[in-house]
């Protein structure tokens, strides 16, 4: 591969009038030398943002649209793809923020290590008080375990990674994302690059500005999704399961089964007692250095995060199977 080879840059979009203009213009301003195309997949959204697309589109060549009328993210990225012409393929979020190198230094670091991806932190940042509790939960092993995206480190192999930079032939090798993953598709997907002998490497140097969800019964609803579709994956690939993955639907067993005991045993109370201290007494260090209000909220943000993805897990119907 050459040094600056040409680059398509994928969007899939939904609803993303407020923030599609922005996320367009920070690729369109990127430093990177070579040809760089962008390509939005477009879903049935329900506010003005084919229209906002359609201007992005007119006013700068490098801009196309294809159509995703099925509004389901595999089918957006899979068409996006098959409509793109680039060695490297970038995958960017239609409300994400990227710096003006991000994919000058993931190309160099493609090529550099030979990867099949690369990928790095996702930097959840929040305006509100419980956006920045979200943001500093999703930050810290104590909220989403210990994914190296999530908390950084050093750069590495990893199992997963944000997003992701591409070689289109691995992509190609792999028949791009599959279809059936409503969630988790990013997760399966590198699990096949990595089964066909690919590599995905995480490095700290790219960062992509993430904003969190806005209250609890949204936050609730991306961590329940996430714990059900992550159980699908582990029903197709199996031994793809570890101790972080368990983690929060033992807790969800335990924790309900002592309520239960304790009607009976009254010692059984230990147990969830010793959960709300845990969140407590974890909100309190994570926090550090945040406003009193955010502070506040964490411990429930913990909670919410905890409880959704293990319910999510326990109850993902057989139905999801492919």
Excluded: K
């Excluded at 098959?82 to 670091?109: C, F, K, M, N």
């Excluded at 996430?226 to 031994?239: I, K, P, Q």
């Amino acid at each position: 591969m050459e040094a600056t080879p040409p680059v398509s840059v994928i969007l899939p979009i939904l609803n993303e009038e407020r923030h599609l203009a922005d996320a367009v213009a920070m690729i369109l301003a990127q430093d990177y030398p070579g040809s760089l195309e962008v390509v939005l997949a477009l879903g049935p959204s329900t506010d003005r943002t084919d229209e906002v697309a359609a201007r992005l589109a007119a006013r700068d060549p490098r801009v196309r649209i294809v159509s995703n009328p099925s509004g389901r993210t595999p089918d957006a990225l899979n068409a996006a793809i098959g409509a793109s012409t680039g060695e490297v393929i970038v995958r960017v979020d239609g409300h994400a923020e990227i710096p003006l190198d991000y994919v000058s230094t993931a190309v160099s670091e493609l090529i550099r290590v030979g990867a099949d991806n690369v990928g790095g932190v996702m930097d959840a940042r929040g305006s509100t008080d419980f956006e920045r509790a979200v943001a500093r939960a999703m930050r810290s092993p104590i909220g989403v375990g210990n994914a190296v995206f999530h908390t950084g480190g050093s750069a590495r192999e990893a199992e997963t990674v944000y997003l992701g930079v591409f070689r289109r032939e691995a992509l190609e090798r792999v028949s791009g994302y599959d279809p059936h993953f409503a969630r988790a598709q990013d997760w399966e997907l590198n699990h096949r690059l990595r089964a066909s002998g690919g590599m995905v490497w995480f490095t700290p140097e790219l960062t992509v500005t993430y904003r969190p969800r806005g209250s609890v019964r949204a936050l609730g609803r991306q961590y329940f999704n996430y714990g059900r579709w992550r159980r699908v994956v582990a029903r197709h690939h199996e031994g793809t399961i570890n101790p972080r993955y368990l983690a929060p639907p033992t807790m969800v067993i335990g924790t309900t089964a002592a309520v239960v005991v304790g009607c009976f045993w009254a010692p059984a109370w230990l147990v969830p007692a010793a959960y709300a201290t845990g969140v407590t007494v974890g909100g309190i260090v994570i926090g550090r250095g945040e406003p009193p209000r955010t502070r506040a909220v964490l411990p429930l943000v913990l909670a919410t995060m905890h409880w959704a993805w293990g319910i999510g897990f326990l109850t993902s119907p057989r139905s999801l199977a492919r």
